[in-house]
């Protein structure tokens, strides 16, 4: 009987990574609490995933994206009131 081929697990691209290390960002806990993030673009991301991700950000309601001079952008979010 023929050994199955191991798998080998799939490596997430760069934009992946960029989402995920956004994600930790957006969900730490003093993100959370002030309902505002910091985010940074690193030396390595590339700029046009970086522009997809943060396009993505922008279509969710009731997020702010204010775009720095240093070339950070601060997010804002609020979290509506159920009625």
Do not use: C
């Amino acid at each position: 009987m023929a050994k199955p081929k191991p798998i080998t697990p799939k490596q997430p691209s760069p934009y992946e990574l960029m989402a995920t290390r956004i994600q930790k960002i957006i969900n730490s806990q003093s993100a959370q609490k002030a309902k505002a993030a910091l985010l940074e673009r690193l030396p390595d991301e590339s700029p046009d995933d970086w522009a997809q991700i943060l396009s993505e950000i922008a279509e969710t309601e009731n997020v702010t994206l204010a775009h720095r001079d240093d070339g950070a952008v601060q997010l804002f979010w609020v979290v509506p009131q159920d009625d």
